[in-house]
């Protein structure tokens, strides 16, 4: 006979399996509602038992604002790695340059320190105090760290009884090119320079903040409440330590060559500049060669390579293999800690800005800048530059390009068409000139042939970002034509005043005449910009030029005191999006990114004699051109009263706009 099939059969077993599974639940109950405690005590037991290793620092001295960011006051943390006295911390604590360093050990004693050295690759500074049998970390090593593993972010700031926790999760790892753990713990300035632990209170790494763009004290301070925070993994720091306490200042590695493309998703490595003098040219490398292994790692991608040389220093030997037509060719070579400034070629054009409507056959001259190469050698208004040397250049930016290659003393042949005949004439490149045209004929845009009832306004408006609360001002030309491209100034304003009206009253005649569209962000706190704000500023102008024709070549942020020092953050955080800075009685208050051939900036610096800023702002102009060698423009006037700018600075800033396409 066979079995029943009805559910009333089954039912006794059922029950005595749900009797058990509630019996059984009944026991974890309470189990699981001691969870968070026991999680709790956990975290504070690794918090004790890396509680020796924890040091407060106090800094005494020093810079009150460092580029934008207001320097903090107040202690911050290091972490003991040695137990003669040597403790590691973040450069960020010292970006002020402090006169003199304070330690206090987790027993509150107190002791001077002394900075030994920095590694400013991974943005470390070592420290030094007289006192031994102190307690180093122990360091997780890197071989057991797992993405979604427990991490502890400690701190020890105001209360100096026990550190202050941070709970988080390790949430990746070989960040910032492979020099970084990255974590959701909570991580800030306060803690910028104490240990991320494990479960165990061992050391993950050391806390710090970075940028994968940029290379400062302070990159990536912006980021400390967005729930990213980095950690240089504490078996590197025990790796060089021994260079540190000998003093050596460590530095980034560089090869000097850049790609036409870049980011997470740039394709094959093809070199597209190599610098002068750099290791890949002393080594033999070339435009075009491809690199396809480094270090004896495969580099199928352009992120590949960046992830080898991300933790390389300046001094260390590497091998580099690419592939030249047909040929590998595997060539070793010393990365450097410089290069020499990139200093780019100069020609002495203005080119004729076309109709949108119009595909260039070449790059029609509209002026010929006085006493330029280009004047020398005899070219015209109207003539047609087609090559420099073999390459074709069919555009202003495939101009530009080309000139940019070229260093000042160079010499290369120009093809161009007059009147419709060819001819060539051999040029010697100059280099940018720091003088601005004495004049300029007018922009002469034509009116749009009808209005486009989907045509974004014209004339002075106010927006917001979409699902933001940032506002900001501008002013688009009436007869607007988005046939042409326009010019674009992004204004920053001093500390309490927007100077909406003034801005309008000095620059509407100059955006009509020249083509300029004005552009006003208005900071939340109309007496300081924060550092944060910078993803604003970007904001509002990315959203001008998808509503608008603007020039890419063309797009300045200008500020003027408070706003100028923000108008350098904000430009030299975004080289991608401003070609120029124009800074009025701001001086630069710390050292610029190189002049990036990839970059390419002009910058213009201005101020009365009268204002107390004028001594540095003349150093800041001096030091840009001559050290650094970018493009600067020093517009000083006699003038004694004013807020902003005199009507002879305006002038020559408006001028330079129009000429900021100079090739």
Not at 91 to 113: E, G
Not at 119 to 124: A, F, Q, V
Not at 352 to 367: A, M, N
Not at 507 to 523: E, F, M, N, S, Y
Request: proline fraction near 8%; charged fraction near 20%; charge should be negative.
């Amino acid at each position: 006979m066979r079995p029943s099939t009805s559910r009333t059969a089954g039912r006794p077993r059922y029950l005595l399996l749900l009797l058990l599974a509630c019996a059984a639940l009944a026991r974890a109950t309470p189990a699981r509602a001691q969870l968070p405690a026991l999680e709790e005590q956990a975290f504070q037991q690794a918090a004790a038992l890396a509680d020796p290793s924890v040091v407060r620092i106090e800094t005494v001295g020093g810079l009150d604002v460092v580029g934008n960011l207001l320097t903090a006051t107040g202690p911050t943390t290091g972490a003991v790695v040695s137990e003669d006295g040597y403790i590691i911390t973040s450069s960020f604590n010292f970006a002020s340059r402090p006169a003199s360093v304070i330690v206090t050990l987790s027993d509150d004693r107190r002791f001077p320190a002394e900075v030994v050295a920095t590694d400013g690759s991974k943005m470390l500074t070592l420290l030094k105090i007289d006192e031994d049998g102190l307690v180093p970390l122990q360091a997780v090593p890197k071989s057991e760290l797992r993405v979604g593993q427990w991490a502890i972010a400690l701190g020890r700031t105001y209360d100096n009884a026990f550190p202050s926790v941070s709970v988080g999760i390790i949430s990746a790892l070989d960040r910032i090119w492979g020099r970084a753990v990255q974590t959701d713990a909570k991580v800030s300035p306060v803690n910028y320079g104490g240990p991320l632990v494990d479960i165990e209170g061992r050391a993950i790494g050391v806390l710090v903040p970075l940028s994968p763009q940029r290379q400062e004290e302070t990159a990536g301070v912006e980021w400390y409440d967005g729930g990213i925070g980095f950690a240089i993994p504490m078996e590197d720091i025990y790796a060089i330590l021994d260079r540190l306490k000998s003093g050596e200042e460590l530095k980034p590695g560089k090869l000097g060559i850049s790609f036409e493309q870049m980011g997470p998703l740039a394709g094959q490595a093809r070199i597209d500049r190599v610098r002068p003098t750099s290791p890949a040219d002393e080594a033999g490398l070339l435009v075009d060669d491809v690199i396809t292994s480094a270090d004896g790692k495969p580099v199928r991608r352009i992120p590949d390579l960046q992830h080898i040389l991300g933790p390389k220093y300046a001094g260390e030997e590497i091998s580099v293999t690419v592939r030249r037509g047909e040929e590998e060719i595997e060539v070793r070579l010393t990365l450097a800690a410089e290069l020499k400034p990139y200093e780019s070629g100069y020609l002495g054009i203005l080119p004729t800005r076309l109709p949108l409507d119009k595909t260039p056959e070449g790059v029609e001259i509209r002026e010929i800048l006085a006493d330029s190469p280009a004047a020398s050698a005899g070219l015209q208004p109207r003539d047609v530059v087609t090559a420099i040397g073999d390459a074709q250049v069919a555009s202003a930016i495939e101009l530009l390009d080309q000139v940019g290659r070229m260093q000042p003393g160079e010499s290369e042949a120009v093809t161009y068409l007059r009147g419709g005949e060819e001819a060539t004439v051999e040029i010697e490149f100059a280099a940018i000139p720091d003088t601005v045209p004495e004049s300029l004929p007018t922009a002469n845009i034509p009116a749009p042939e009808e209005a486009d009832g989907d045509a974004p306004p014209t004339g002075r408006f106010t927006a917001t970002l979409p699902g933001g609360t940032e506002e900001y001002w501008a002013y688009v030309p009436q007869q607007y034509n988005p046939n042409y491209a326009y010019a674009m100034l992004v204004w920053l304003h001093p500390a309490g005043d927007t100077m909406e009206a003034s801005m309008m009253r000095l620059w509407q005649t100059h955006c009509d005449r020249r083509g300029i569209i004005l552009v006003g962000p208005k900071a939340a706190d109309i007496n300081n910009w924060t550092p944060e704000e910078a993803e604003f500023v970007r904001g509002a102008a990315e959203q001008m030029i998808e509503l608008y024709s603007i020039d890419p070549a063309r797009v300045v942020v200008h500020g003027h005191a408070a706003g100028g020092q923000f108008a350098w953050h904000v430009g030299f955080k975004y080289r991608d999006l401003f070609p120029g800075i124009a800074a009025s009685a701001a001086p630069l208050q710390q050292p610029p990114p190189d002049n990036d051939p990839d970059f390419r900036q002009q910058l213009h610096l201005l101020c009365r004699e009268s204002d107390p800023s004028h001594p540095l702002v003349t150093q800041t102009a001096q030091a840009l051109r001559e050290q650094f060698k970018f493009p600067v423009t020093l517009s000083v006037t006699p003038e004694e009263d004013g807020q902003y700018l005199s009507e002879e600075s305006l002038e020559r800033l408006a001028l330079w706009l129009d000429a900021i396409d100079r090739i």
